[in-house]
Nanobody, 114 residues
Framework: VQLQASGGGLVQAGGSLRLSCAAS????????MGWYRQAPGKERELVAV???????NYVDSVKGRFTISRDNAKNTVYLEMKSLKPEDTAVYYC?????????WGQGTQVTVSS
């Protein structure tokens, strides 16, 4: 499974960004896809996840602001981020779980200025 993330950038507080993660390769039987983030000096944390059945889950700090969705025809997962805060600044990583194996895309930087 190969994952290609895109969509990061610099935005002012209160702004919006949409991240995309396109999956390719052996994508059959991917159980879940999600987004993690890692801020400087902090551990990587799960931001949002969507299962193959469409169930979603979010870290409390982004609930009501971020939305994860998927386009099965494009094998792509999106993370719509609204009302961004400076504390959302981090490198965001796309992740896929297939048969217990975790796959990672390259990170994309999201910077929110105050």
């Amino acid at each position: 499974v190969q994952l290609q993330a895109s969509g990061g950038g610099l935005v002012q507080a209160g702004g919006s960004l949409r991240l995309s993660c396109a999956a390719s390769g052996s994508i059959f039987s991917i159980n879940a896809m999600g987004w993690y983030r890692q801020a400087p000096g902090k551990e990587r944390e799960l931001v949002a996840v969507i299962t193959s059945g469409g169930s979603t889950n979010y870290v409390d700090s982004v609930k009501g602001r971020f939305t994860i969705s998927r386009d099965n025809a494009k094998n792509t997962v999106y993370l719509e981020m609204k009302s961004l805060k400076p504390e959302d600044t981090a490198v965001y990583y796309c992740n896929a779980i297939k048969r217990g194996i975790s796959y990672w895309g390259q990170g994309t930087q999201v910077t929110v200025s105050s």
